[in-house]
């Protein structure tokens, strides 16, 4: 699902792809990508290769992600999304420079 106009949401990236493990959902906020973080301790890349994929609604992450297996989110607006939606516990999310970064892997 595609985002057209203000009142769609937050822009964000979904990338879904089946691996051994079940289905993976690479989600970011749209500004991100492409972008490296560094908080002293760790460096990160949202790279194209990984997190590119199509522009969605928040309404389309959250349905991919309640499908998903493993998820990987960088981003205020994709991780909140998937802390209000009960994906990621707020506690387990990483501070980067100037944004965030969760996973989770449902069994």
Do not use: K, W
């Not at 560094?38 to 349905?63: C, H, I, Q």
């Not at 297996?69 to 802390?83: K, Q």
Request: glycine share 10%; charged share 25%; net charge negative.
């Amino acid at each position: 699902m595609t985002t057209s106009g203000p009142e769609a949401g937050p822009s964000m990236v979904l990338a879904e792809r089946e691996t051994e493990r079940g289905l993976l959902v690479a989600a970011c906020d749209r500004d991100v990508l492409g972008e490296t973080y560094d908080n002293g301790d760790l460096e990160f890349t949202v790279n194209e290769e990984f997190y590119g994929g199509e522009v969605a609604s928040p309404e389309a992450v959250r349905e991919s992600l309640a499908a998903a297996n493993v998820g990987n989110l960088v981003g205020e607006a994709v991780v909140d999304l998937a802390i209000d939606a009960g994906f990621v516990d707020e506690a387990n999310v990483l501070d980067l420079e100037d944004t965030v970064h969760a996973q989770f892997v449902r069994l």
